[in-house]
């Protein structure tokens, strides 16, 4: 018996293939939710940098050396935050990463604030504003490479060498020699340096191992040396971190926090091929969204006046005078 029109119109639809879906639907969907994890695990890390940075601002405030528990929890929180910034840096912008881990301030201070039992002042309030409206329009101008690059072995090498110089001679000089302002920024700025490119180096070799996996080790055996740069830049970073937090939380971990990006950034602009949105005009609102945040940053830096009426939780103990908050 013949077969009749409807009945070989059902059996195409069901022999025909799957719709297919688009390349460049599934890319921007891949593309989405390696946003979206970019910058949980950038918040993560800034959470944890802040409590490290808090636990090695009481080590140093207390005279004691970097020893025992809480140089120990300062250890595993900065190595925690390294890793969940090396996840942001593997999805996301490197200019987008590094700004987000100015939060890193903004989170310290109002911890410190509470562990010190007092409340935060409005100027801190007015510095976090600045900082946080500073930031997003920063995220708002910058714009990713249009495709995906990353240094070579050699070049990120000497890009370490180039930084741990100039951050190893900006701590020898004789400015400021003693606990002083000066002395805590000197440190702090090379701290921030040495994290920046150990960022920058991060993102680098996690490009060449998505790439190629192991064996981009063997296609170029620089990058096992960045590698080894990478860790000595940290370690590094770590330790003038230590030494600027001896003239207080605030001034030092404000200029690490405005270092760090400010170096990085500059190698993702001029290096990596990031830009802004925008052309010339994303530029000016771009800069104008960085001095924004660096004079939130200030202003959360700067000491507390001597006369100044800090209003304090009764029965809470009066905050160390090394602390600019």
Same mark, same amino acid.
Request: hydrophobic share 55%; aromatic share 4%.
């Given at each position: 018996?013949?077969?009749?029109g409807?009945?070989? /119109?059902?059996?195409?639809?069901?022999?025909?293939?799957?719709? $297919?879906?688009?390349?460049?639907?599934?890319?921007?969907?891949?593309?989405?939710? =390696?946003?979206?994890?970019?910058?949980?695990a950038?918040?993560?890390?800034? /959470?944890?940098?802040?409590?490290?940075?808090?636990?090695?601002?009481?080590?140093?405030?207390?005279?004691?050396?970097?020893?025992g528990?809480?140089?120990?929890?300062?250890?595993?929180? $900065?190595?925690?935050?390294?890793?969940?910034?090396?996840?942001?840096?593997?999805? =996301?912008?490197?200019? /987008?990463? $590094?700004?987000?881990?100015?939060?890193?301030?903004?989170?310290?201070?109002?911890?410190?604030?509470?562990?010190? *039992?007092?409340?935060v002042?409005? *100027?801190?309030?007015?510095?976090?504003?600045?900082?946080?409206?500073?930031?997003?329009?920063?995220?708002?101008?910058?714009?990713?490479?249009?495709?995906?690059?990353?240094?070579?072995?050699?070049?990120?090498?000497?890009?370490?060498?180039?930084?741990?110089?100039?951050?190893?001679?900006l701590? *020898?000089?004789?400015?400021?020699?003693?606990?002083?302002? +000066?002395?805590?920024?000197r440190?702090a700025?090379?701290?921030?340096?040495?994290?920046?490119?150990?960022?920058?180096?991060?993102?680098?070799?996690?490009?060449?191992?998505?790439?190629?996996?192991?064996?981009?080790?063997?296609?170029?055996?620089?990058? !096992?040396?960045?590698?080894?740069?990478?860790?000595?830049? %940290?370690?590094?970073?770590?330790?003038?971190? $230590?030494?600027?937090?001896?003239? =207080?939380l605030?001034?030092?971990?404000? %200029?690490?926090? +405005?270092?760090?990006?400010?170096?990085? #950034?500059? &190698?993702?602009?001029?290096?990596l091929?990031?830009?802004?949105? #925008?052309?010339? &005009?994303?530029?000016?609102?771009?800069?104008?969204?960085a001095?924004?945040?660096?004079? =939130?940053? &200030?202003? !959360?830096?700067?000491?507390t006046?001597?006369?100044?009426?800090?209003?304090?939780?009764?029965g809470?103990?009066?905050?160390?005078?090394?602390?600019?908050?």
């Amino acid at each position: 018996m013949p077969r009749g029109g409807a009945h070989d /119109v059902l059996e195409a639809l069901a022999t025909a293939p799957a719709p $297919q879906e688009e390349p460049h639907a599934r890319s921007e969907g891949v593309r989405m939710n =390696g946003g979206v994890l970019s910058l949980a695990a950038a918040l993560l890390s800034a /959470v944890c940098y802040a409590t490290a940075a808090v636990a090695q601002e009481r080590t140093a405030a207390a005279g004691r050396k970097p020893t025992g528990g809480l140089w120990t929890l300062a250890l595993v929180l $900065q190595a925690a935050g390294a890793g969940l910034h090396a996840v942001a840096l593997r999805y =996301g912008s490197l200019t /987008v990463v $590094q700004a987000l881990g100015a939060l890193t301030l903004v989170l310290a201070l109002p911890l410190h604030a509470a562990l010190g *039992r007092r409340r935060v002042r409005p *100027r801190e309030w007015r510095g976090a504003a600045l900082t946080v409206l500073g930031l997003v329009t920063l995220l708002l101008c910058t714009a990713p490479p249009g495709t995906e690059r990353a240094l070579g072995g050699t070049e990120l090498v000497l890009l370490a060498a180039i930084t741990a110089a100039a951050a190893l001679a900006l701590t *020898r000089l004789p400015w400021g020699a003693d606990r002083s302002v +000066l002395r805590a920024l000197r440190f702090a700025t090379a701290a921030g340096a040495a994290f920046g490119i150990a960022s920058c180096l991060t993102q680098g070799l996690a490009v060449h191992l998505a790439a190629q996996g192991l064996g981009a080790a063997v296609d170029d055996p620089m990058l !096992l040396v960045a590698a080894g740069c990478t860790g000595v830049l %940290a370690i590094a970073g770590m330790v003038w971190s $230590q030494e600027a937090y001896r003239g =207080g939380l605030g001034v030092a971990l404000a %200029a690490v926090t +405005l270092a760090n990006p400010l170096v990085a #950034g500059c &190698v993702g602009v001029l290096l990596l091929g990031e830009g802004f949105r #925008g052309g010339s &005009v994303g530029l000016a609102v771009a800069l104008a969204g960085a001095l924004a945040a660096g004079r =939130g940053v &200030v202003v !959360l830096s700067r000491p507390t006046p001597s006369g100044g009426r800090a209003r304090r939780v009764p029965g809470a103990r009066p905050a160390s005078p090394a602390v600019a908050d």
